[in-house]
């Protein structure tokens, strides 16, 4: 008897333009070259102990089923304070305060709950590579407004010039991913007045929050009224707790935002492990591992660009996270991702080229590297890039 052959399906694909990305082709070929990875953005040194054990604590003592949708309640009051402490905004730690799977959950939760079938959403270019898949998952178009080069500053005339009665969102990331630029008061303002007349939704992602430097503020989207109203406001405990892997981050907007943000939120991830958010609302009982984050960083990025002055590379400015640009161009005439490839393959350390960050690649020259590292593991690719 002749069996037909299983077969599996075929069908359109959502995102047929989506493929490996650069990340995982950098940090693969990282590996097999024994390279020193400056190219993913994660620490490779440990969390403060005492996290652990209040983590290990909560598991002991039960915390180890569902916690309610939105979050446990003492982790969703401890952000709230914490966010009224530093940017003088009270959310309700109730209604307007959501627990999630990291800050890419937030950042796609937060476009699909708002994004409909032709709705445009700007970004700002260069940008980070979640934002355009999760806007035409919505069914959205993307809407690409390019920051200055060289500078990276807003470009308020081209931002306005982009806004249409169809646009539905504006993304905004500071300190940004991957530039290493802070918005100023000023410029956060100048938006806060671009939008005032507009219904559009702004979601501000605010990740390296805590990672700013040579004493200027992060101005939040929550500290001006203007913005606060329309806001997602999206943090994240991975990047300022040194721990990525946990995948735990919190979006606080006004109650009918949030409102909205749940109906998608208790259906794509409905909650988020218990016995961590237990652990991290004991852990926020104490300001200073955060407050003290800007010092911590401030003092690897010096290091860090203290012997990039030993190398052929030009290092840009870096206001905050924990991102270093480099101008390669008195090395190598490669392009920026072939670049990455003969730093990786010949001076053994791996990079990301910011071209990575622009729809369809724009060449300047200019490669990312990470200083989210050990002292040792800097040092060691600083003397590998003095080579070179």
């Given at each position: 008897?002749?069996?037909?052959?299983?077969?599996?399906?075929?069908?359109?694909?959502?995102?047929?333009?989506?493929?490996?990305?650069?990340?995982?082709?950098?940090?693969?070929?990282?590996?097999?070259?024994?390279?020193?990875n400056?190219?993913?953005?994660?620490?490779?040194?440990?969390?403060?102990?005492?996290?652990?054990?209040?983590?290990?604590?909560?598991?002991?003592?039960?915390?180890?089923?569902?916690?309610?949708m939105?979050?446990v309640?003492?982790?969703?009051?401890?952000?709230a304070?914490?966010?009224?402490?530093?940017?003088?905004?009270?959310?309700?730690?109730?209604?307007?305060?959501?627990?999630?799977?990291?800050?890419?959950?937030?950042l796609?939760?937060?476009?699909?709950?708002?994004?409909?079938?032709?709705?445009?959403?700007?970004?700002?270019?260069?940008?980070?590579?979640s934002?355009?898949?999760?806007?035409?998952?919505?069914g959205?178009?993307v809407?690409?407004?390019?920051?200055?080069?060289?500078?990276?500053?807003?470009?308020?005339?081209?931002?306005?010039?982009?806004?249409?009665?169809?646009?539905?969102?504006?993304?905004?990331?500071?300190?940004?991913?991957?530039t290493?630029?802070?918005?100023?008061?000023?410029?956060?303002?100048?938006?806060?007045?671009?939008?005032?007349?507009?219904e559009?939704?702004?979601i501000?992602?605010?990740?390296?929050?805590?990672?700013?430097?040579?004493?200027?503020?992060?101005?939040?989207?929550?500290?001006?009224?203007?913005?606060?109203?329309?806001?997602?406001?999206?943090s994240?405990?991975?990047?300022?707790?040194?721990?990525?892997?946990?995948?735990?981050?919190?979006?606080?907007?006004?109650?009918?935002?949030?409102a909205?943000?749940?109906?998608?939120?208790?259906?794509?991830v409905?909650?988020?492990?218990?016995?961590?958010?237990?652990?991290?609302?004991?852990?926020l009982a104490?300001?200073?591992?955060?407050?003290?984050?800007?010092?911590?960083?401030?003092?690897?990025?010096?290091?860090?660009?203290e012997?990039?002055?030993?190398?052929?590379?030009?290092?840009?400015?870096?206001?905050?996270?924990y991102?270093?640009?480099?101008?390669?161009?008195?090395?190598?005439?490669?392009?920026?991702?072939?670049?990455?490839?003969?730093?990786?393959?010949?001076?053994?350390?791996?990079a990301?080229?910011?071209?990575?960050f622009?729809?369809?690649?724009?060449?300047?020259?200019?490669?990312?590297?990470?200083f989210?590292?050990?002292?040792?593991?800097?040092?060691?690719?600083?003397?590998?890039?003095?080579?070179?």
């Amino acid at each position: 008897m002749n069996q037909t052959p299983a077969r599996t399906p075929v069908f359109p694909s959502r995102l047929p333009q989506v493929g490996t990305t650069i990340f995982s082709v950098m940090s693969a070929l990282a590996s097999e070259h024994g390279a020193v990875n400056l190219g993913q953005g994660f620490p490779d040194f440990d969390c403060d102990p005492r996290l652990i054990e209040h983590v290990t604590a909560a598991m002991r003592a039960g915390h180890n089923q569902y916690p309610p949708m939105p979050g446990v309640p003492a982790l969703r009051q401890a952000v709230a304070r914490k966010i009224e402490a530093l940017y003088g905004r009270r959310y309700d730690a109730d209604a307007e305060i959501t627990v999630t799977a990291g800050a890419t959950q937030a950042l796609l939760t937060a476009v699909l709950c708002c994004v409909h079938p032709g709705d445009e959403v700007i970004v700002l270019e260069p940008c980070y590579d979640s934002y355009a898949p999760g806007i035409e998952l919505s069914g959205g178009r993307v809407v690409r407004v390019p920051l200055v080069p060289g500078s990276f500053r807003p470009d308020f005339a081209r931002i306005a010039a982009a806004i249409t009665p169809r646009t539905r969102a504006l993304m905004l990331n500071s300190p940004h991913n991957p530039t290493a630029t802070v918005w100023t008061q000023a410029e956060m303002q100048a938006l806060e007045a671009l939008l005032a007349p507009t219904e559009i939704v702004l979601i501000s992602d605010e990740v390296y929050e805590h990672m700013v430097f040579d004493g200027q503020p992060h101005v939040s989207a929550c500290s001006l009224p203007g913005l606060a109203a329309r806001a997602f406001v999206i943090s994240s405990f991975g990047k300022t707790f040194h721990v990525t892997g946990w995948k735990v981050g919190t979006v606080a907007a006004p109650a009918p935002l949030m409102a909205e943000f749940r109906k998608v939120h208790q259906f794509n991830v409905f909650t988020v492990n218990t016995p961590m958010q237990h652990g991290l609302a004991r852990y926020l009982a104490d300001p200073e591992p955060y407050r003290s984050l800007p010092a911590f960083y401030q003092r690897k990025r010096d290091l860090f660009r203290e012997g990039l002055g030993r190398t052929r590379l030009l290092a840009l400015h870096t206001q905050g996270s924990y991102f270093q640009c480099v101008d390669y161009r008195a090395v190598s005439a490669l392009g920026e991702a072939d670049f990455c490839r003969w730093l990786t393959r010949e001076a053994g350390v791996a990079a990301i080229p910011l071209s990575a960050f622009y729809d369809g690649g724009f060449e300047q020259g200019i490669v990312r590297l990470c200083f989210a590292k050990k002292d040792e593991t800097l040092l060691q690719a600083l003397e590998r890039l003095a080579r070179i």
